[in-house]
């Protein structure tokens, strides 16, 4: 008797635990639609550069600096009064006034409004030449790190460049273009002595990436399938060394810039009664000593152009990484 109550009592026990679990899960029918849903968003790699770039604090202090900038480059010239960005013999060497916020250069004009002007040719000037930098350094580094056989030909033309003092090739680019390019215009020239051996730094440093990244796996594995060489250089290296040729822009910008004031020097670059930084800057370095602000207002908006493209080459490189994406 007492065996068989130990069973019934069992019985029971297994009976409400089986009610209690019938209470703590629910059966739901298996829904095939459903389950192919992906619920997390699909990768987008720019979708991905643009979001992790735009909440970086450096990028949206960039971009706000880069409008301001941009709107002062616009307007201020504007409403500038008639002839003051043009030689004035009564008004040179003038200090800061109500009239003359930023004084005068020693050939008369208004330092203020021919920096805003000056700062906006300046930055078109250097966008182009940039440009063209970025787009033949980054050819010629593919190449030069993907063609071994043509590797010899690179480092005979890069040491030929290298070795040979800036001075003598200025001085032979001023006396080729006085003679044989005198009707060229200026910008155009200063442009041209930019871009003849600016291109081979950007290219040695994508032709060193290159031969980092040239033994991975599925560069391997693509040259094995017989994958065609500019489908190999624009698929498989460029994405990867993308964001060093983004922030090398972002730092050649206020380098060409800058660079008007030593190509003026040789008789390659703008004149110094040009309207741009560098011929500000370099009108107003002898007589600094006595007019500090003369040198003062043109290095002031270079200082801001250098401040707003590095810290946005440093916001975009960092986006670009795919490895903070996620």
Request: charged share 15%; hydrophobic share 50%; no cysteine.
């Amino acid at each position: 008797m007492e065996n068989s109550i130990n069973l019934n009592e069992n019985v029971d026990n297994s009976t409400n635990v089986s009610d209690g679990l019938d209470d703590l899960f629910v059966r739901v029918e298996l829904n095939e639609e459903e389950s192919e849903h992906i619920v997390s968003e699909p990768y987008s790699y720019w979708k991905s550069v643009f979001r992790v770039f735009i909440h970086k604090p450096s990028a949206i202090i960039s971009l706000v600096t880069l409008a301001i900038l941009l709107l002062g480059i616009i307007i201020i010239p504007l409403i500038a009064p008639e002839g003051a960005t043009e030689m004035n013999k009564y008004e040179y060497d003038l200090g800061l006034s109500f009239e003359h916020l930023w004084g005068t250069d020693k050939i008369g004009r208004d330092l203020f409004f021919t920096t805003w002007k000056g700062a906006g040719k300046s930055l078109l000037l250097a966008i182009i030449a940039s440009g063209i930098i970025l787009v033949i350094g980054t050819f010629a580094g593919l190449a030069w790190g993907y063609f071994k056989k043509i590797d010899w030909l690179f480092v005979e033309i890069y040491n030929l460049i290298t070795n040979i003092p800036s001075l003598l090739i200025y001085m032979l680019l001023a006396v080729v273009f006085s003679t044989k390019f005198g009707s060229v215009p200026i910008e155009v020239r200063f442009i041209l002595s930019l871009t003849l051996t600016g291109w081979l730094g950007l290219a040695l440093i994508i032709r060193n990436l290159v031969l980092i990244i040239d033994n991975r796996e599925y560069n391997v594995a693509s040259k094995t399938l017989a994958t065609p060489a500019t489908r190999i250089m624009f698929r498989n290296y460029l994405p990867y060394i993308l964001g060093v040729i983004i922030t090398q822009f972002s730092l050649l910008l206020p380098s060409m810039i800058s660079s008007e004031v030593s190509l003026s020097y040789f008789g390659v670059g703008l004149a110094e009664t040009d309207v741009s930084i560098g011929a500000i800057l370099e009108l107003g370095i002898d007589n600094y000593s006595l007019y500090p602000w003369q040198i003062l207002a043109p290095a002031f908006l270079l200082a801001v152009i250098i401040f707003i493209f590095f810290l946005m080459g440093t916001a975009l490189s960092d986006a670009l990484d795919p490895k903070k994406h996620r």
